[in-house]
């Protein structure tokens, strides 16, 4: 089965970087998925780690570590239109399992 | 590219009625499409994936006889809730994975369907 963690909220000041955890316990790992699901809409894909290390993205950075079944999505120059739920997902045994996501609250 | 279509975006419905929902991929084949519900303030839940011309796997605890699904065509998936419930008022959300070049590991997200049982 797959079991994933993360904390729930955070706020944080407009300019500002967040750092957003994700742990996970997987009998089958295909790579890890981070989405932003802002409210009453859909998640939005963000990026995706197969490989240990650091992808970046423009303002989105995500690490994972499948050793320590851990990653993080880093996001730099917070806008206030990056007030959202970010979600991590494991893709494993053909399925998405998500994590219940961690609410972003950017403030001026 | 990879654009996921729902229809509708909301409904509203009496107790014990049908709801079809539709979930269409625009730009790309659609080699197996997922079905999601989310409750508020908690996470995606799989329902059930679909595979194009087969049936539906449906998780533990997802009544197949419920939650119909019908994926008849590359593009193309319905979820049925038949005989709906207050209890089935949620979010539904349908994903897809693609054909190559359309990544076969990213699920990309449809908009999302309000359902509102009365």
């Known amino acids: 089965g797959q079991n994933i963690d993360q904390p729930t909220e955070m706020t944080a000041t407009e300019g500002a970087i967040v750092q957003i955890n994700c742990t996970y316990q997987?009998?089958?790992?295909?790579?890890l998925f981070w989405y932003q699901q802002h409210a009453g809409e859909a998640p939005t894909f963000l990026s995706y780690?197969?490989?240990?290390g650091l992808e970046e993205k423009g303002r989105f950075s995500s690490f994972l570590s499948r050793s320590k079944g851990y990653s993080y999505l880093l996001l730099k120059e917070l806008q206030m239109k990056d007030s959202a739920s970010y979600l991590c997902?494991?893709?494993?045994?053909?399925?998405?399992?998500f994590g219940k996501g961690n609410q972003v609250v950017v403030i001026p | 590219g990879a654009v996921v279509s729902q229809h509708p975006s909301r409904v509203i419905c009496k107790s014990g009625t049908s709801v079809k929902i539709e979930c269409r991929s625009l730009?790309?084949?659609?080699?197996?499409m997922f079905w999601y519900r989310q409750f508020p303030k908690q996470s995606l839940m799989l329902m059930a994936t679909?595979?194009?011309?087969?049936?539906?796997?449906?998780e533990q605890g997802v009544e197949k006889d419920k939650f119909l699904i019908n994926h008849a065509s590359l593009t193309l998936s319905t979820l049925t809730v038949t005989s709906a419930h207050p209890e089935d008022s949620s979010f539904y959300i349908c994903?897809?994975?693609?054909?190559?070049?359309?990544?076969?590991?990213?699920?990309?997200f449809g908009p999302g369907t309000r359902l509102t049982v009365l």
């Open positions: 780690n197969v490989l240990d």
């Open positions: 730009d790309f084949q659609a080699t197996t």
């Open positions: 679909s595979n194009e011309g087969s049936k539906a796997t449906y």
């Open positions: 997902a494991v893709s494993g045994n053909n399925r998405l399992a």
């Open positions: 994903s897809a994975t693609g054909v190559p070049p359309t990544s076969t590991d990213t699920q990309y």
């Open positions: 997987t009998s089958g790992f295909n790579g």
